[in-house]
């Protein structure tokens, strides 16, 4: 073990005050180190688990390859466009999307608006000349201009909350086909059976996978036969019913 890249992390609820008195936590000998913030293969964890850290990495990574984008916009063709966008925006997204997108809506619209901004730079060059594009509140300006869910449908992306929806969502389909859903008694319809939901009131749970997912799932349209679909058909049908 190397007690260097070693770290203890204590997870609290936010109301909870730490102990006065913290024991320490030793190993052959060696202490390990306490610490409020660590980061996991990429992942930055807190004593809150709130990923507030994790968030700020993204959207400061997401403006600073946007910014690289714009500068060479004009001499890309779309498809090459939407393959920059992919490698360079959306990779940062969409690692361990489905932990850290548990902040507000707000939030996550604020790097979904700048990824818009750069889809409306490139569909609509003229439309930077005009004053309603350097609006302070572009998010409205921008609904009162042009649709924005036509330019996604047509390069085939899904906002934030969307992508994260489906790796949710995904991940537990991979879990039905491998038979390791145990399912509600209320469930009737054995295409799409209801998950057990679990009564919590804590923050922390609901802000979880395991909350997210069931009522994710129990959401999905009763018409699914989950038992015939692909993954690439699954992803079709979840876009077509929202």
């Known amino acids: 073990m190397n007690f260097d890249k070693t ?22 000998g060696q202490i390990i180190e306490r610490v409020n913030k660590f980061i996991y293969v990429g992942l930055h964890l807190d004593s809150h688990l709130s990923f507030n850290d994790h968030y700020n990495s993204v959207q ?21 466009m939407l393959i920059l966008i992919n490698a360079y925006v959306h990779s940062v997204t969409d690692f361990c999307i489905d932990i850290w997108t548990v902040q507000t809506s707000f939030k996550l619209e604020q ?33 009162s201009s042009i649709d924005i869910s ?11 909350s969307e992508r994260s ?4 969502l995904k991940n537990l389909l991979k879990k039905f086909k491998n038979r390791c859903l145990v399912f509600s008694h209320r469930t009737v319809n054995y295409n799409v ?18 909350f997210r997912g069931r009522k994710l799932w129990n959401n999905i349209p009763r018409n ?19």
């Open 224 to 242: 699914f036969v989950l038992n015939i679909m692909t993954y690439k058909q699954f992803c079709v049908q979840i876009k077509n019913s929202k």
């Open 150 to 160: 036509l330019i996604r449908k047509e390069c085939n992306f899904l906002t934030l």
């Open 60 to 80: 400061c990574k997401v403006v600073q390859r946007i910014k690289l984008i714009h500068g060479i916009k004009r001499y890309l063709s779309q498809h090459a």
């Open 193 to 210: 059976p209801l998950l057990p939901t679990v009564l919590h009131n804590t923050e922390l749970y609901k802000k979880s996978i395991d």
């Open 111 to 143: 790097i979904q608006e700048r990824i818009d901004r750069l889809l409306v730079c490139f569909f609509y060059p003229k439309l930077i000349k005009n004053k309603l594009f350097h609006d302070p509140n572009f998010s409205r300006a921008l609904k």
């Open 165 to 168: 929806y489906y790796v949710i």
């Open 7 to 28: 770290k203890l992390l204590r997870v609290n609820k936010k109301r909870e005050p730490l102990p006065i008195n913290n024991p320490e936590l030793t190993l052959k």
